[in-house]
């Protein structure tokens, strides 16, 4: 299986499936002497730990993790950081049923004709949204990175099952359970979780992330623009089905003269552009929006077929969420994260060629 690593500078391979033993990450090409403890991770791995909150599966993972290399007397070294997830919570027996069948919106028959019939059936294998745990503990690495240069990046749920926040309060995302930047609609949120859990459904909702501090000049003009790195490492993620950047979509709906951003001699004068023109930041916030699927492990009755192309129905059992929100909100902001401090080093060692220590400002 290819696609494991992204990264040109800041390189990051994950590893492991939902019931094998453990789930982890090699990062390769952190700078030396960075404070970096497990525990600094952890805090991370907790904000999308399993089982904690209304609407979210029952299986109970305490996710701790373990550095296994890289980092020494509470100092990167500069070599690669080997992370572990050991699996401590697996209960297989609900997939045995239904090996043989095909989950309607999941990734078994892609995989199964990809790989020749050798998956992993148990809970998805490296198709499920446990996999996402890896990218946490990698981000929470890319994290510490990019707080050296004032870079703070934060994901909220700003709609889930067709409720849209109204407000943008950061200051409470981290207050309620689905990182709502608005209470009423957190309320009305969970409302509709516990409605759709009893009717054995799930569902799915947009996260927007804003990124402060980035400077300009990250990211390539033409094959790595920035904003096509965002899009890829957030569109990697298992549940995620859209990605827009700045005005997005909308721009197209837009006149030029709507869409621009006018400048003036103390900088831009609205950010249209997301933070991102030509593929380069503008250093300007950037602010993205992700639409999340509904997760297709569901109770509710759906037809498909099993190996044998016999047609059959199915309902799933099994420790299942009803939407991949909340805990793909840090699964985001770490991919976010991996992309920025990768951009940021290709940009460090640019500079660095020519001879210049900072970032260079204009406004």
């Known amino acids: 299986m290819g696609g ?3 990264g040109r500078l800041f390189r990051v391979t994950t590893f492991g499936e939902s019931h094998g033993r453990a789930l982890g990450a090699v990062i390769d ?3 030396p002497g960075l ?12 904000k999308r730990r399993p089982g904690k909150a209304l ?5 109970k993972e305490k996710d701790k993790v373990e550095i296994l290399s890289g980092v020494f007397e509470g100092f990167t070294t ?11 919570d697996v209960s297989s027996s609900a997939y045995e049923k239904i090996r043989e069948v095909f989950r309607p ?17 148990r809970g998805g294998g490296r198709s499920s949204g446990r996999e996402t745990v890896a990218r946490v503990a990698a981000g929470a690495v890319a994290k510490r990175i990019l707080e050296e240069y004032h870079i703070e990046v934060t994901a909220y749920t700003i709609a889930l099952g067709g409720i849209e926040a109204k407000k943008r309060n950061l200051e409470i995302i981290y207050q309620n359970h689905l990182f709502c930047p608005d209470l009423e609609a957190y309320q009305k949120m969970c409302e509709k979780i516990e409605e759709v859990k009893k009717e054995g459904d799930s569902l799915g909702g947009v996260v927007e992330v804003l990124v402060k501090g ?3 000049g990250l990211g390539e003009p033409v094959f790595d623009k920035l904003e096509a790195d965002l899009g890829k490492a957030l569109l990697s993620i298992g549940a995620v089905k859209g990605f827009e950047i700045g005005e997005g979509f909308r721009a197209s709906y837009l006149k030029g003269s709507e869409n621009n951003d006018p400048i003036s001699s103390e900088g831009f004068l609205k950010n249209s552009a997301g933070g991102v023109l030509a593929g380069i930041s503008t250093g300007q916030d950037l602010i993205m929006r992700v639409a999340v699927k509904p997760i297709p492990s569901i109770r509710k009755p759906q037809k498909t077929i099993n190996l044998h192309k016999e047609e059959v129905e199915i309902s799933i059992e099994g420790r299942h969420d009803i939407s991949a929100i909340p805990r793909i909100v840090p699964v985001i902001s770490a991919m976010v994260r991996i992309v920025l401090a990768d951009h940021l080093l290709r940009q460090l060692s640019n500079l660095a060629f020519q001879k210049r220590l900072k970032f260079p400002e204009f406004f």
């Open 78 to 88: 500069g070599t690669p950081i080997a992370l572990v997830i050991y699996n401590m």
């Open 105 to 121: 919106g999941h990734g078994d028959f892609t995989y199964y004709i990809k790989y020749g019939g050798f998956r992993d059936y």
């Open 4 to 6: 494991n690593t992204w």
């Open 214 to 216: 980035v400077p300009a």
């Open 55 to 59: 609407g979210e599966t029952p299986r």
């Open 29 to 31: 090409g952190c700078p």
């Open 35 to 46: 404070t970096l403890n497990e525990a600094y991770i952890q805090e991370e791995l907790e």
